[in-house]
């Protein structure tokens, strides 16, 4: 749903695409995959001192005029050093290292594989798509380089994320059939 930046809460999840600001609507379980990978990410990031991850946090993404809002995200301190302050912005004026979208059932594809344009574009290097209907995670490594993983598979960020591994399985938790 698209709106004018006026008409929107504060409270509401958004992306400001093309100077309007775009809901970005998140379902129960996905919200609970984002938390999951954030609660993983997170420490680990910060024990190995590799840099930031955070959640449902708006970027300035250049050469793209948008600003994105990855469910979950990695900055390396070679990006943005440890010491560098952060800025008192509502976008961060940096392309994340890692980009995580946990794929909602009212994404459209086509906006979705666009993202991953732009991402790139943008110079984020590498993009994973996490979808709970299927408990697939996408992995992509360019525009055009994809790798898919089960249930079955260890997640890794290699080389984004140096020696962060979970089970894929990990990942998604128990939840009722899709009617």
Sequence with gaps: MIQALAEVSDDVLYEVVK??????????????????????LG???RDNQLGRSVMETLFEIPNSGNDRKP????????????GRPLPRVN????????AVEVISPTDKAFDVIEKVQEYFTGG??????????????FI?????????????????????VPGFRMATAD?????????
Aim: aromatic share 10%; hydrophobic share 45%.
């Design 171 to 179: 990942l998604f938790p128990l939840t009722e059939p899709r009617a």
């Design 124 to 137: 984020v290097r590498q993009v994973w798509h996490v979808y709970s209907h299927t408990e697939q995670v």
């Design 140 to 160: 992509f490594d360019s525009p055009t380089g994809v790798r898919v993983l089960t249930r079955a598979d260890e997640l890794t960020a290699e080389p984004v």
């Design 43 to 45: 420490p680990f990031c």
């Design 91 to 98: 976008a961060w004026p940096v392309a994340p290292d890692l």
């Design 19 to 40: 100077g309007v600001r775009v809901e970005k609507p998140m379902g129960l379980v996905e919200n609970v995959i984002a938390n999951i990978l954030i609660g993983r």
């Design 71 to 82: 469910d979950v995200a990695f900055v390396s301190f070679d990006r943005w050093p440890a």
